[in-house]
């Protein structure tokens, strides 16, 4: 069975800090590409950042490109967002997905994580 754990989510001030995780299992993790997509109340999903599993590479909305980093670490099966200068805007809840092949900021995606809080106080 797939698992993605997404964890880091919480409650911080603008301005703030905070680190996702996405801990996969179940799947031959260096093979997928991971993105990170988000909800907030009454919008649809978006796509944050994404990394692909073949080089590495790394996509980010313009949105959050300049303060979000994304990174993986293949030997641990999880997924990093490291999300700086946090907006308001930015709440949400943040989703890890997976997928074989190229990655996408379309929610396109096989596998989906159940979702952590991201909560920034103005």
């Known amino acids: 069975e797939v698992q993605l754990q997404a964890s880091g989510g919480g409650l911080v001030q603008a301005g703030g800090s905070l680190r996702l995780s996405c801990a996969a299992s179940?799947?031959?993790?260096?093979?997928?590409?991971i993105g990170w997509f988000r909800q907030a109340p009454g919008k649809k999903r978006e796509g944050v950042s994404c990394?692909?599993?073949?080089?590495?590479?790394?996509y980010y909305a313009d949105s959050v490109r300049g303060r979000f980093t994304i990174s993986r670490d293949n030997a641990k099966k999880t997924v990093y967002l490291q999300m700086k200068n946090l907006k308001p805007e930015d709440t949400a809840v943040y989703f890890c997905?997976?997928?074989?092949?190229?990655?996408?900021?379309?929610?396109?995606?096989?596998?989906w994580g159940q979702g952590t809080q991201v909560t920034v106080s103005s």
């Open positions: 179940g799947l031959r993790f260096a093979e997928y590409s």
């Open positions: 997905a997976a997928v074989l092949g190229r990655p996408s900021l379309q929610p396109d995606y096989t596998y």
């Open positions: 990394i692909s599993s073949k080089d590495g590479s790394t």
